[in-house]
């Protein structure tokens, strides 16, 4: 796709969420993920791309992996072909992988192929429709990181997951402070995270998304040993009463007799 951005490294977005203006942007978007991904449960969680920060952390699932084509994960491996297995994975994470990628569509394929039915996956972006999506669109692009990503708007995205068989269940927005870099304007413009939240809920900087994987057709096999009790139940009472009405007959017979 000739809008697509060419892929950044992770190297390069890591070292960007290392400054000031990346620790704003890390320290909110780890709380929401990290929020959310302590209530999923499973066997196999997996985080593509960003090795040098451990977005799974908080999560419980007994085995986490962190995958990507550099070095530095356990996993090394592209986003678009990943070496796990058909329905293995329980939850996915995505940390600004989508808008650096040269593929977005083929790495959310892979996530749902390898995502068990009911898998989660949580996706944390750039948000085009906000002040930070504004100097990006100034910049044509163009600029270091990460302003040479292409931001993906949330409605985009829900898109692209439905069409894959996903569900979105939650999704949040946050940093509404203007993309200043020194900390002291963060610190000056703090007030916005509150205003934002309030009034333009809408023009976070940064957005995560929660989706999970939709099956169409399965339900929920009983066990049969419950059937079979309710069955026996159900002819109890029939037995009782051919038993009775042999006793009657038997007694019957015996008064004719006499």
Known sequence: MSD????VSNGDLAAWLDTSQGRYVLDWERARMEQVAADIFGFNALQIGLPQIDYLRANRIPFRFQCCAEQGAQVRASPEQQPFATHSIDLVMLPHVLEFAVNPHQILREVERVLVPEGHVLIAGFNPFSLWGAKRSVMR???PVPWCGT???VRRLKDWLALLGFETQAGAFGCYVPAVSQEKWLAR???MAAAGDRWWPFAGAVYVVQAIK??????????????ARARAGALAPAVQRNEAQHSLELERSRCSEQ
């Open 141 to 143: 692009g163009q600029g």
């Open 214 to 227: 939709r099956v169409p057709g399965m339900r929920l096999i009983q066990p049969k040993w419950k059937d």
């Open 151 to 153: 931001y993906l708007s």
């Open 189 to 191: 413009w703090s007030f």
């Open 4 to 7: 697509l951005a060419p892929a």
